[in-house]
């Protein structure tokens, strides 16, 4: 599994695409910020993370569409996908191996983003309540991480078309914005993400009733991880799609 994850990393130390997701990436983080430095405010999790969270809760999404997206899409734009999967390895772990890599792109520029902030409100505001700000940040990175990722894959094997994967990211971000409010938001993984994370930051924006929110947010995020698994396996060793 080692070889499979280092030949991935070395297929995308070559891909422009990496410093183009890098920018989407930071600019929530940018943009604060730049706000902060021009109009001042109190820089609160209250108040500056919680601008930050928003923000970058729309722009997730796209990050995690365009990485597994490009991951996956190279063998197609190359003309390699057929001798990438016969190449004499078990094509779950090839899958597996790519699938990893990616997330784990999107976990390091994920990082930059939380580095940044630990520096800020270590400058600006040290007493602000760091643990509680990382907690809620990669609650949101890794619950929209797991239930984004293995849709992306699905849909770039399906499709081998970059352009619908990033579209379906745009409207999981509408979608998002649309309902994250709502009591039944945890019905979408991305919003229960949002909600369920924001709610450690501004008490008020947690769900009324968490219980019911925790039950069925988690059990559909569960369905979103185990039905894509299962397509992904089932796309990526079906000889007739090889063919």
């Given at each position: 599994m080692r070889t499979l994850i280092a030949n991935e990393l070395r297929k995308i130390r070559r891909e422009r695409f990496v410093w183009a997701v890098l920018v989407l990436n930071v600019v929530p983080f940018a943009m604060v910020v730049v706000n902060h430095v021009v109009n001042g405010g109190d820089p609160t999790l209250e108040g500056l993370y919680f601008t930050f969270h928003n923000q970058y809760t729309m722009v997730l999404p796209l990050v995690v569409c365009a990485t597994v997206a490009a991951c996956f899409h190279t063998e197609f734009r190359n003309g390699t996908y057929f001798e990438w999967l016969t190449c004499g390895r078990s094509k779950p772990a090839l899958w597996a191996a790519k699938l990893t890599v990616a997330c784990c792109l999107v976990v390091v520029l994920a990082a930059v983003n939380h580095v940044g902030l630990v520096l800020f409100f270590l400058a600006e505001n040290p007493d602000a309540g760091?643990?509680?700000?990382?907690?809620?940040?990669?609650?949101?990175?890794?619950?929209?991480?797991a239930s984004v990722a293995l849709l992306c894959a699905l849909l770039t094997l399906l499709t081998r078309n970059v352009v619908i994967v990033n579209v379906f990211g745009i409207g999981l971000t509408v979608a998002t914005l649309v309902f994250m409010a709502a009591d039944f938001s945890y019905l979408i993984p991305t919003c229960f993400a949002y909600r369920l994370s924001v709610g450690m930051i501004v008490p008020d924006a947690a769900y009324p009733d968490l219980g019911l929110a925790l039950a069925v947010g988690w059990s559909v995020t569960a369905l979103f991880l185990l039905l894509p698994l299962l397509a992904n396996l089932l796309v990526i060793t079906r000889r007739r799609y090889l063919r």
């Open positions: 760091l643990l509680r700000m990382s907690a809620a940040y990669w609650l949101l990175v890794g619950v929209s991480i």
